[in-house]
Each structure stands twice: as C-alpha cells, then as structure tokens.
C-alpha cells in the first residue's frame, strides 16, 4: 500500500513514518516535495492513500483537502493530536473520509485505511451515480420543455413532437436532449 504523508513538521514525519514501518514493512511511504502542495504531490505520486497528520487544527492544509477534493478526489485520512468538533466538521466536509484523534501512539493503522479507501469508493460511486441521475433530470426537463414547445406553436401532438426532437438527433448525431436545449435557446426559451 502507498501511503502520502503529508505533515508540515519534518521531526513528527519521520517519526510517524517510522510508526508506520514498525507497524508493516510493506508499507511505501512517500511524501511531497518540499514547496509542493498535495495536489501535485497526489498527481505526481498517485498513492492509495493521503494520510494527514497534525499536532493542531490548521486550515491552510484544510483547503489544500479541500482542493485535492475539488479537483482530483481521493481517500484523506487526517490523525491530530487535540480533539475539535468543529475541525472535525469542517475537515470532513473539505474531503476527509477518516478523521481520528491520537495521543502519543499510533493505532494499528492498517484496518483503518482500509476501511477509509472503502467508505472514499463507495461515497465517489454514490456520488458519480447521483450526478448521472441528475443529468438524466435535467436530459428529461430539456426534452419535455421541447415537446411543450412544439406542441403549442407547431400544433404536433405529443408522440408526434417526440418523434421530431428524434429525427433531428438521428439526422445530426446528437443526443435528443442536445437537440432539445437547442430548439428551446433557438426559441428564446429559459433552459430548465
């Protein structure tokens, strides 16, 4: 498994990475450039696993979750050492799937980013299916505002609107809702 530590103290670093090599040799631990954010170290890298490690809330490594969640999502795990609900929320929110306090040690850490990769896969599977049904939505409204439209200023019955809006999209090798949101901003029509 390839762990990215990301943890501005060079000294709690190694120190965690030693942690964790005691815990499993197999381990790959690796880390960003010095000056390099975690967005570049991730797409540099490409770890399993993004492991953040603080003494205290930070929000600068906050937002640099938050944009490695923007832009290319992955697991996040955050270890801190002080116990923040608010952090906690806000954390979680920015893209973290696994947030823990630690005292002085560190837990057996192998079951932990195991299930957080699997709570990262199933919530980025949820998320991709909730956007594709929300696109077929939208695809719909497009397509019912059209059929609308021709029905009421071409005098085409329902199928026979449908049937149009296919034509065209086989005739320009489009999809239908393509040709849908077009005929609508062609009329002047708000897209739904």
């Known amino acids: 498994m390839k762990i990215l530590l990301a943890d501005h103290d060079t000294q709690r670093a190694q120190s965690l990475m030693n ?34 490690d603080m003494a205290r809330p930070d929000r600068d490594s906050l937002d640099s979750v938050r944009q490695l969640h923007e832009s290319c999502p992955y697991p996040v795990m955050m270890f801190i050492d002080q116990d923040d609900p608010a952090f906690m929320e806000a954390a979680i929110e920015a893209g973290v799937v696994s947030y823990h306090v630690r005292g002085a040690a560190l837990p057996e850490i192998k079951p932990i980013m195991r299930t957080a990769m699997a709570l990262f896969r199933r ?9 594709a049904a929300e696109d077929q939505l939208v695809a719909r409204r497009r397509i019912d505002a059209a059929k609308r439209l021709l029905m009421q200023r071409g005098g ?14 086989m005739e320009s090798q489009k999809r239908v809702a393509d040709i849908a949101a077009k005929l609508l901003r062609e009329a002047g029509e708000e897209l739904p």
């Open 123 to 131: 919530n980025h599977e949820l998320t991709a299916r909730l956007a």
């Open 19 to 52: 942690s964790l090599r005691a815990q499993d040799a197999s381990f790959q631990l690796c880390q960003p450039a010095p000056g390099e954010g975690l967005v570049g170290a991730v797409q540099r890298l490409a770890p399993d696993i993004v492991l953040v």
């Open 156 to 169: 085409l019955s329902e199928p026979a609107a449908h049937r149009f809006l296919q034509r065209r999209a």
